[in-house]
């Protein structure tokens, strides 16, 4: 989840930050070491004047005694002027102090200009044991003074006669010299506290907007709804997911859009979010589960082990969905899945290539009858690698626009004139050849190329009829009016010139998609409203259901060719046929007959009375539209 | 940045200030208490911080009126103070110790560092006894 860039952009920060601090306490440091360095110095330097003034105060010493010779006020002003001369900005007081035989300090001499001590007068020092110290050792000491005005140093000098101390030479210094080099440092260490600071705030910025962007992630890749993983995440993780490691299963809700219009879509919604905790309560952690959309779900399987137990996942999660009771409501519902699994991943480029097979394989199941599992194998392999081939050969042909129609003549039963035109999908190969719907249509059934195709087909036939007399019959899928871009189409294109919608049939096929009637009425009436007409295709065999036939108040009802072109052959077909004709009459639908391939179904037809012919004895479908009918 | 250090600067100040004060306000108690007079301590000062500091406490007695008192702490020599006084008189600057022939002792500040003087005479003259640990600031003489 977590890019390493992220990492790497925190610990630069954090490193930057410790080099500051680090620096920052090496500045203090040299601070440190620069005041020591000028001690040093000042000591030196001091002792060279102390030790010019220490041979001043010995010659006028000689050999009496020092407190008498010094009580003389003329012999102390000459010294006490060389001392006064060592005053400066940072030295404020310098005197000369005596240790009497009751141990008390005496001023013996001072230089100080202010605060000025009287001769002879007790002095008690801070820290005596080191001015004893200088006594008993005679060797220069230096007394750091703290919370003292505004002193910080003091030198002691010994002054020695015979190699005895005499006296100590006192020179108490101001802070100014440490101020100068706080000056000097200052600019410096505060230059390091504002990067600090800055390094410091940039740090915390960084940590919210990394938590944010945490959160933030948190709900790019969630799917509110079910709490699951969305599609974003599936694309997030696709490129670093090692392929060998997973099986992918594609989950897909039986007969969902039956709850959403039976209970609405709040139930739809609870039985979404009650499915989705029973398979992550039936998976690992390891296991990543997805909502791809709608009502399906992707799972990738982690293959933990030698043995690949993926199957056995998806058939717990099958069990378990079929077994869970929904209650919402009041209403108790119970929900099959459909799974296609795919295993062999590491077959496979990139995930999404593999999601395609898992994704066919659940189509199959659809197929087959759902609430089952078709796991991809070999023996399926053909047919799968057949399904991607037809998408892709239409995907091509598409944006190739190698998509075009044909047009077959309807012709009316009684006089042969043409009532309207069938247009009929052919697409044109790379060697322009003409491919027919029953090398595409199969592969394509449940995709969006599904949709797309159908879209481009009613562009090419609205462009083609929009400005002519002519009346032309549309195959559109119940799937195809399910689909709001295509619905859209078709109302943008018809509802503005009634004139054209009137000459439009759409041909409908009745199918297992048809799930609920009312739905399919609903659709129907939507182009009922717009003036154009329904056909019922392939009417008499497969799904065909006569209440839904009524339901949906169709104007023509198309007889199933695998009926027509036996009826001259068959006559058990022929009293079918008979009898929807007679049905479509006293329903007052108009009849049409496909599959008209010889004379003989021509004449039987004839013999029945259907309204509307059409078939190969009567016309091929062209890419050009035929005028008139010659047998 | 620069504000910032001025405040801190400013309270160190303060903070030293306060602290030099507090010790000045020490030592004198500590004096007070290790001085024994025939008479029960009662403290006067001319310093209303050192009046204040010494109220604070229950180990002294403070009067407000100077009649009252017998133990005078004073910063300068003040003009209804006479001679003939028997008040004992510790002052805050050690030139006092000259103006004011009765004071016997003082607490002054000396090249930065708290200095403590007694006249041994005037300790004598006025029956005080010290404790041993004030007895290294006795002095024979001012000087």
């Known amino acids: 989840m977590v890019k390493k860039s992220d990492f790497v952009l925190i610990a630069v920060l954090v490193g930057f930050a410790l080099f500051f601090v680090y620096l920052y306490f090496y500045i203090n440091n040299?601070?440190?070491?620069?005041?020591?360095?000028?001690?040093?110095?000042?000591?030196?330097?001091?002792?060279?004047?102390?030790?010019?003034?220490?041979?001043?105060?010995?010659?006028?010493?000689?050999?009496s005694d020092l407190v008498t010779v010094l009580k003389d006020k003329k012999v102390r002003d000459t010294i006490e002027v060389q001392l006064t001369q060592i005053l400066s900005k940072n030295t404020k007081y310098v005197y000369f102090l005596f240790l009497d035989k009751n141990d008390k300090f005496r001023f013996l001499l001072d230089g100080s200009v202010e605060d000025k001590a009287?001769?002879?007068?007790?002095?008690?020092?801070?820290?005596?044991?080191?001015?004893?110290?200088?006594?008993?050792?005679?060797?220069?000491?230096t007394v750091f003074q703290k919370n003292m005005e505004n002193l910080s140093m003091t030198i002691l000098y010994p002054v020695k006669q015979n190699g005895k101390v005499i006296g100590i030479l006192s020179m108490d210094m101001t802070t100014g010299v440490q101020d100068d080099i706080t000056k000097m440092i200052e600019p410096l260490k505060n230059f390091f506290v504002v990067l600090i600071i800055f390094i410091s705030l940039l740090i915390f910025v960084a940590v919210i907007q990394f938590f944010r962007y945490f959160k933030t992630r948190n709900q790019l890749f969630h799917d509110p709804l079910t709490k699951i993983f969305n599609r974003n995440y599936l694309q997030e993780v696709a490129p670093s997911l090692n392929l060998n490691h997973y099986s992918v299963a594609m989950f897909d809700l039986d007969r969902f859009k039956v709850i959403n219009d039976t209970y609405g879509h709040k139930t739809g919604d609870v039985v979404l979010q009650e499915c989705a905790k029973v398979f992550k309560s039936n998976i690992r952690d390891s296991d990543i589960l997805i909502r791809y959309g709608g009502e399906e779900f992707v799972l990738l399987i982690n293959k933990r082990g030698e043995k690949d137990n993926s199957f056995e996942i998806c058939q717990r999660i099958l069990e378990k969905t079929s077994q869970h009771i929904i209650k919402y409501d009041d209403n108790e519902i119970t929900m099959t899945l459909s799974i296609g699994l795919y295993q062999d991943l590491a077959y496979e480029s990139n995930l999404v290539e593999a999601i395609k097979k898992a994704d066919s394989m659940l189509y199959l199941a659809k197929q087959r009858g759902r609430d089952q599992i078709v796991n991809y194998s070999k023996n399926i392999q053909n047919i799968s690698t057949s399904n991607k081939k037809g998408v892709d050969d239409v995907k091509q042909a598409l944006d190739d626009d190698r998509v075009i129609c044909h047009f077959q003549p309807i012709v009316d039963a009684k006089d042969l004139s043409i009532l309207k035109y069938e247009a009929l999908v052919r697409i044109v190969s790379d060697n322009s050849e003409t491919i027919y719907p029953n090398s595409f249509l199969p592969y394509i059934k449940h995709t969006n190329i599904h949709y797309k195709l159908t879209k481009k087909i009613l562009e090419i036939i609205f462009n083609e009829f929009k400005n002519s007399d002519k009346n032309v019959s549309i195959n559109i899928s119940f799937l195809d009016l399910l689909n709001k871009d295509i619905v859209s189409f078709i109302i943008n294109n018809l509802s503005f010139n009634p004139s054209f919608a009137s000459r439009i049939t759409f041909e409908i096929l009745e199918s297992d998609e048809i799930e609920d009637i009312n739905i399919f009425t609903q659709k129907i009436d939507i182009l009922h409203k717009l003036g154009s007409k329904i056909a019922i295709d392939d009417f008499g065999s497969g799904y065909s259901n006569f209440k839904a036939v009524l339901d949906v108040k169709s104007d023509y009802l198309k007889i199933d060719g695998s009926l027509v072109k036996e009826i001259d052959s068959d006559e058990k077909v022929y009293s079918v046929v008979k009898n929807i004709i007679l049905f479509a009459k006293d329903s007052g639908m108009k009849t049409i007959a496909e599959y008209v391939s010889s004379k003989e179904i021509y004449e039987r037809l004839k013999i029945l009375d259907v309204d509307y012919m059409q078939g190969f004895y009567l016309a091929k479908p062209t890419e050009n539209i035929i005028e008139k009918i010659e047998i | 940045m620069k504000f910032l250090i001025l405040i801190l600067l400013s309270l160190s100040l303060l903070l030293g200030n306060q602290s030099g004060d507090k010790l000045k306000m020490q030592i004198l108690k500590n004096i007070c208490l290790s001085i024994k007079s025939e008479n029960k301590m009662k403290i006067w000062s001319d310093d209303i911080n050192i009046m204040k500091s010494f109220k604070e406490s229950d180990k002294f007695v403070t009067v407000s009126n100077f009649n009252d008192a017998n133990f005078i702490?004073?910063?300068?020599?003040?003009?209804?103070?006479?001679?003939?006084?028997?008040k004992h008189i510790f002052v805050l600057n050690y030139c006092l110790l000259e103006y004011i022939p009765n004071s016997f002792g003082a607490l002054f500040w000396k090249k930065g560092r708290p200095n403590i003087v007694f006249i041994k005479s005037r300790l004598e003259d006025q029956s005080l006894i010290l404790s041993d640990k004030l007895k290294p600031y006795i002095e024979e003489q001012i000087w």
């Open chain 2, 73 to 86: 702490i004073l910063t300068k020599k003040i003009a209804f103070l006479t001679e003939d006084t028997d």
């Open chain 1, 118 to 141: 009287r001769f002879y007068q007790k002095f008690d020092p801070l820290k005596k044991e080191i001015y004893e110290d200088v006594y008993h050792t005679a060797q220069v000491k």
């Open chain 1, 30 to 63: 040299t601070q440190q070491a620069m005041r020591n360095y000028v001690i040093e110095n000042k000591i030196k330097h001091m002792s060279n004047v102390f030790s010019h003034i220490e041979t001043q105060i010995l010659k006028v010493k000689g050999s």
